[in-house]
């Protein structure tokens, strides 16, 4: 399978639409917390923007809301899979992306052959706290040799510098939240992800 190597996370369909229209064509909404009416109106918005412009939209961790929004991919963390209908999921056609941050997790992802595996963090990160310390550039070559043909994708605390650098030890995707989203011009920041990625 091949996945465009730029993946940014956003937390709104407007977020969506904005880094779309830049170029982005794979990209992940992480809502939380929404009230369920504003989740079900935000996800069909961002079905609807990706669809029409031909981006892969990946919906984070509301699987159900995902299934009744017609989301083509979801992204569950571990916790979601101990709650997750994946024979559903897979019943209707969609792919599954995975968190790992351990050789434990990693077990676990694979026996329900995901679509990608994610590793992170790879750098420390603003973006929430974590209970693993950063893996560091090398785990992503450990990771990807034990994954083989399953896209790598490589997040937390990427610059496009540092995405470079997973990209070259051998991750698939490079993730990023915050050196878009918190960036000034953050569709300017998108056009250099996209050169960037694409290479």
Aim: glycine share 8%; hydrophobic share 45%.
């Amino acid at each position: 399978m091949s996945l465009d190597r730029f993946y940014p996370i956003v937390d709104s369909a407007l977020w969506v639409g904005r880094l779309v229209g830049e170029g982005a064509e794979l990209i992940q909404l992480r809502i939380k917390d929404a009230e369920p009416a504003r989740l079900r109106a935000e996800l069909h918005h961002a079905v609807t923007i990706c669809r029409r412009s031909g981006a892969t939209l990946v919906v984070n961790d509301h699987w159900e809301a995902a299934l009744d929004a017609g989301a083509d991919w979801v992204h569950l963390g571990q916790s979601d899979l101990d709650n997750a209908d994946v024979g559903a999921l897979r019943a209707r056609g969609l792919q599954i992306g995975l968190s790992t941050h351990s050789h434990e997790e990693l077990d676990r992802a694979l026996s329900f052959d995901p679509d990608y595996v994610a590793l992170g963090p790879i750098y420390p990160t603003i973006l929430k706290a974590m209970a693993f310390a950063p893996q560091g550039l090398e785990r992503i070559g450990e990771w990807k040799g034990l994954i083989g043909d399953i896209p790598l994708v490589a997040i937390g605390g990427l610059n496009i510098e540092r995405a470079r650098a997973c990209l070259a030890a051998g991750a698939d995707v490079v993730s990023v939240v915050t050196d878009i989203t918190l960036n000034p011009d953050p569709e300017a920041r998108t056009r250099e992800w996209v050169e960037a990625t694409r290479e």
